[in-house]
């Protein structure tokens, strides 16, 4: 039975998925409670805001908190051959003016930061340094968690809905073995950051960069950010990273990969390496289920997708404001069954899924350039992908002419 004092939802993790439910719960007047296992600032990847994740951003109240950031502003992105060379940048404010069109690279240490002391002015009960050991479940219904404070003392606390949103590594993923890993994106990726590389000027400044390895095996990642850093990375087939080669070092296998990159070379040449290597191997993976009696999972807690359009900050947001929608009318229905709390996973998933479609059309070889020169009326769409409005059935327009061009490459 739920007490008075008990919250009507516990939220696992504080990251930006888990920011965004309980911040839009506890703006429907619900009592959330989040729990955070570290203390912020901690580090994490995945810098580049995508221009979708505005609406979210905005009904969060952070739009005029990130327009007195320090954070770079971005306007594009731009792709760079194998062969170095440069596309034609695609600018936002092109095909879609709106304020949206202007979005951010962030530093994720300070913008995680930023987030949860936001969740915490909209009334979120914050516990940060608390460890969520559990879901307790009685039956196939989740009542609560089983949490250890800093002190390792341990407590069970009850909910009426659980919602996981611990990243990768979250409960409830591996406890129903809900995780199935992507049989076609099985990349990695090696990264680091530098300080004095080249960066781009005027409206260009911020853009994203996507850059083609020899033979198009892999492509690197170029994210200028704020004091004069970029985050650098690589991403390619796993067994191309980390089998068959001369040595397991990631300095070294980073540095063979530049070599194989006209497009980044020349950006850091010069530059300073100012962080350590880091690695995430074999990553893309989606919960067979999204929901269950009592509980949700949002975020990289549902899944996680190959970072190449730079989806993952737009997921997270997406999936945190479509959750917490569904939990509040479950709550004012009272009916937290899955069907209930997992209504938004239909509309969710096929926006996944139009990304991906569009990644693995990348890796399979496919020229956007010809397919825009051939279907001049599809680049919107394109478009529309690359600033993450997946969330509708139009982009599904793409795909026969898509296949019919990769069709003819094989």
Avoid at 123 to 151: L, M, P, S, W
Wanted: glycine share 10%.
């Amino acid at each position: 039975m739920i007490q008075a004092a008990d919250p009507e939802v516990i939220v696992i993790g504080g990251g930006p998925a888990g920011a965004t439910t309980a911040t839009l719960l506890a703006d429907r007047g619900r009592r959330v409670r989040l729990y955070e296992r570290e203390r912020f600032p901690r580090y994490h990847v995945g810098e580049s805001l995508i221009p979708e994740t505005f609406g979210v951003l905005d009904r969060l109240g952070m739009v005029p908190k990130l327009r007195r950031s320090p954070f770079v502003e971005k306007r594009s992105v731009q792709f760079v051959s194998d062969q170095g060379k440069l596309s034609e940048p695609f600018y936002f404010a092109d095909y879609k003016p709106h304020e949206s069109s202007q979005t951010w690279q962030v530093t994720r240490q300070e913008f995680d930061q930023m987030m949860l002391d936001n969740a915490r002015e909209h009334g979120v009960d914050v516990r940060e340094g608390v460890r969520v050991i559990d879901v307790v479940f009685e039956g196939d219904r989740a009542v609560g968690v089983r949490v250890a404070d800093d002190a390792g003392e341990e407590s069970v606390v009850r909910a009426a809905v659980v919602v996981d949103a611990a990243g990768q590594s979250g409960i409830l993923l591996d406890r129903l073995g809900l995780r199935e890993w992507d049989p076609v994106l099985k990349k990695a990726a090696i990264w680091t950051y530098w300080r004095g590389a080249v960066r781009d000027t005027g409206r260009d400044a911020g853009a994203t960069i996507v850059m083609q390895t020899q033979g198009k095996v892999g492509w690197f990642w170029y994210i200028p950010l704020q004091d004069d850093i970029v985050s650098v990375g690589v991403v390619a087939p796993f067994d191309h990273l980390f089998k068959n080669r001369a040595t397991k070092n990631p300095e070294a296998i980073y540095f063979e990969e530049v070599a194989r990159c006209p497009g980044v070379q020349p950006r850091i040449v010069a530059a300073e390496r100012c962080g350590p290597f880091r690695i995430a191997k074999e990553y893309s993976y989606r919960s067979q289920r999204i929901a269950g009696d009592g509980w949700v999972l949002v975020g990289d807690a549902f899944g996680f997708l190959d970072p190449l359009y730079s989806s993952g900050m737009l997921l997270a947001l997406a999936s945190g404001g479509m959750a917490a929608d569904a939990i509040d009318d479950a709550l004012a229905a009272g009916d937290t069954s899955a069907a209930r709390l997992g209504s938004w996973g239909p509309t969710y998933i096929a926006g996944l899924e139009r990304v991906r479609k569009l990644i693995c059309g990348f890796y399979d070889g496919l020229n956007f350039g010809q397919l825009v020169r051939r279907h001049g009326e599809l680049k919107p769409l394109i478009t529309d992908v690359l600033i993450g409005d997946v969330f509708k059935p139009e982009i599904d327009r793409l795909w026969p002419p898509m296949e019919a061009m990769l069709a003819e490459s094989l």
